[in-house]
C-alpha cells in the first residue's frame, strides 16, 4: 500500500481491510492504539491488563471487521468493543491495582483541571473505585473528549443515561476527592 493511501480515512481502511488488505488494519490499528490502551487503562487501573485489553480488542476488531457496517465511525465501534473487553476483565474481580499507573498522554481539559491538581494517583484510584456504569462514561467524555451521542452509541444507552451517569459519577468522585483532604 503506497504511503499516500496510509493517509485515507479510516472508513476507506475499514473497507480496504474488509477486502483482505491487512495493511490497511495494521495502519488502524497504529493510528488508534494510544487511545484505545489509555482508554483500556484508565477503566482498568492496571497497566497489565489494560495490555491486555487492548490487544484483545483489536483482535475482537479484526475477527468481526467484516460485520462493521459503518452505522458509527470506526473509532466508535472501537470503543465499544473496548468498553466490553474492560468490563468483561472484571467478572469476578473485586479489588484492581492502581500501582503505578502511567499517565503518558493524560492532558486534563477544564472539567477536570481541578481534579489534576489534586494527584492524578490519587484521581484514577477514584476512578477505578466508581461502579463500571459510571466510570466508562466517564473515562469516554473526559479523558476521550467524545460527545454523549458518541458515548451512548459505545455503551448502548440513550444520551440521557450517559448524562445521568456522568453525572452521578461525578458527584461520587467529588464526594471521594473531598472527603481526603
Not at 480488542?57 to 475477527?63: D, P, R, V
Not at 486534563?108 to 481541578?114: N, Q, R, V
Not at 484510584?125 to 458515548?151: G, H, M
Request: charged share 30%; proline share 4%; no cysteine.
Amino acid at each position: 500500500m503506497p504511503s499516500e493511501r496510509l493517509h485515507a480515512d479510516d472508513s476507506v481502511l475499514v473497507r480496504w481491510a474488509q477486502d483482505g488488505r491487512s495493511e490497511a488494519f495494521e495502519h488502524l490499528v497504529r493510528r488508534h492504539r494510544v487511545p484505545v490502551y489509555r482508554t483500556a487503562l484508565r477503566l482498568t487501573g492496571d497497566t497489565h491488563l489494560a495490555d491486555d485489553v487492548a490487544q484483545d480488542a483489536f483482535i475482537a476488531a479484526w475477527e468481526s471487521l467484516q460485520l462493521f457496517r459503518a452505522d458509527s465511525s470506526f473509532a466508535t465501534w472501537l470503543y465499544r468493543i473496548v468498553v466490553n473487553r474492560a468490563r468483561n476483565s472484571f467478572r469476578g474481580r473485586r479489588d484492581v491495582p492502581v500501582d503505578d499507573v502511567p499517565l503518558d498522554g493524560f492532558h486534563p481539559g477544564a472539567d477536570t483541571e481541578a481534579m489534576a491538581r489534586e494527584g492524578s494517583q490519587r484521581v484514577l484510584s477514584a476512578i477505578v473505585e466508581l461502579p463500571f456504569e459510571q466510570r466508562a462514561p466517564l473515562v469516554l467524555r473526559l479523558f476521550e473528549e467524545l460527545t454523549y451521542e458518541e458515548i451512548a452509541q459505545i455503551l448502548n444507552i440513550s444520551p440521557d443515561a450517559v448524562r445521568g451517569r456522568l453525572h452521578r459519577a461525578r458527584h461520587q468522585l467529588a464526594k471521594t476527592l473531598g472527603g481526603a483532604r
